[in-house]
């Protein structure tokens, strides 16, 4: 999946967590932040913490990917990123 914006990784992390059957005050609670923080950043809040982002992908097992874009097309080797280094879980 390519993400785009704050809203389509919002989007991501909520239909990641429901197939999950998990309510937003559980996942709020692996993560270790309140669920309105939760609800806010599945709402495409642009502010919300970059170390706490990570912490919640890794909760949901979604991988992170980055790499370059060159003419409106996704490289076909993105540099992978370690998570569990980046957040120290």
């Known amino acids: 999946m390519f993400i785009t914006s704050v809203i389509e990784l919002g ?3 909520r239909s990641e967590r429901k197939k ?9 609670q692996k993560v270790g932040v309140k669920s309105l923080w939760v609800s806010q950043f599945e709402r495409g809040k ?3 913490q970059v170390g706490l982002v990570l912490r919640t992908l890794k909760t949901l097992d979604i991988a992170l990917q980055v790499g370059s ?3 409106d097309k996704r490289q076909s080797d993105p540099a992978v990123i370690d998570l569990d280094s980046i957040v120290g879980l």
């Open 69 to 71: 874009v060159a003419s």
């Open 46 to 48: 642009s502010t919300a």
């Open 20 to 28: 999950r059957n998990w309510t937003q005050q559980e996942l709020a």
């Open 11 to 13: 989007a991501l992390v």
